[in-house]
């Protein structure tokens, strides 16, 4: 798995309470994704797992180390809603926490990792937070959550909170430089349009993902002169959350273009396609599209049997016609 520089502070932090003997039972990590909060839970698990700890660092050698390398260590365990299921029932947070009450089957620490606390059910969350309350011996609990406040308020008041902060821009973009090769801009607007997360940010960068959004720019500027409708294969794919996304930074974007504050735009590298959408939208127009897009994007992710391609081509069509007079060819 990998590391990334950004944990080292907070991995310190939490293996330095640990050797104080204050460390809580239950950790609650909110991050957006890329931000490592995996790396960073394995990384923990790894030295609480460790026979032979050196300081801060796992010892790799002894057997509780390779069983963690192997991934198949008996006391750590992952709960997780099961492939094609969004929910994460109370049988197998049931079946998880009865065997922390037994005896540690390599002698140390029992690790429990939820790398989506969301998916829990609420009748998983109370039999979870019952195992919170009176914790077992050596066990310790890593809930990773994008919007803790989505939780149990009971089930958060049980966990210490930890945030992992984005890291400063000219770092990030220090850091992505080194991981792959392209121009500043590029970088720039790769890691702005993934919210600040650096590895969010270099898996936005992989050529087919990148070119992706590429060709929803490329399309942008006939569509809005000639036929709307140009820009429909551009949108209309599987990760058409996503593309609508980077649409909507655009429309943001020149929205700042028209006020002047071109700094912060988020696609700096296609001030082209931002410039045309200034032109081609008054204020009013691009803050009702924006709006428009993300109800829009919101029912593509969340009714279920949507017909994807009429509702982006019925959009498609009203957002034509919110365009400044003679604008189209």
């Known amino acids: 798995m990998n590391w990334y520089p950004w944990l080292n502070q907070p991995y310190r932090h939490i293996i330095s309470q640990h050797q104080a003997g204050r460390a809580h039972h239950a950790l609650l990590i909110q991050a957006i994704d890329g931000m490592g909060d995996d790396a960073l839970v394995w990384g923990v698990s790894r030295w609480l797992m460790c026979q032979q700890r050196d300081g801060l660092k796992s010892c790799g050698l002894c057997h509780g180390c390779q069983l963690m390398q192997a991934q198949t260590h008996p006391d750590w365990y992952r709960l997780e809603a099961e492939k094609g299921k969004s929910t994460l029932g109370i049988d197998a947070v049931r079946q998880v926490t009865e065997k922390l009450y037994h005896f540690a089957q390599q002698g140390g620490a029992k690790v429990v990792w939820l790398p989506d606390a969301a998916q829990l059910s609420e009748s998983a969350a109370n039999a979870l937070l019952k195992t919170l309350e009176e914790p077992p011996a050596n066990s310790w609990f890593f809930l990773s959550s994008r919007e803790p406040s989505r939780l149990l308020a009971t089930l958060r008041s049980r966990c210490m909170a930890l945030s992992l902060t984005l890291p400063d821009e000219a770092q990030s973009l220090q850091w992505l430089s080194r991981q792959m090769s392209q121009d500043e801009a590029a970088l720039q607007a790769a890691l702005r349009l993934s919210a600040g997360a650096p590895a969010a940010a270099l898996q936005l960068l992989e050529p087919a993902r990148w070119q992706a959004r590429q060709t929803l720019c490329n399309a942008l500027p006939d569509a809005l002169r000639q036929d709307i409708l140009q820009l429909l294969p551009a949108l209309n794919s599987e990760d058409v959350a996503a593309r609508i996304s980077w649409l909507l930074a655009l429309l943001v974007d020149a929205l700042k273009w028209q006020q002047g504050a071109t700094r912060w735009l988020s696609n700096p590298d296609r001030q082209d396609v931002v410039a045309l959408l200034a032109d081609t939208f008054s204020s009013r127009a691009l803050d009702e ?23 982006l081509t019925d959009r498609l069509l009203n957002w034509a016609d919110k365009r400044k007079p003679g604008v189209v060819a």
Do not use: F, P, Y
Not at 289 to 300: F, G, I, P, V
């Open 289 to 311: 599209s924006a709006r428009e897009w993300m109800q829009c994007r919101e029912q593509l992710i969340h009714v279920a049997a949507v017909n994807r391609e009429l509702l």
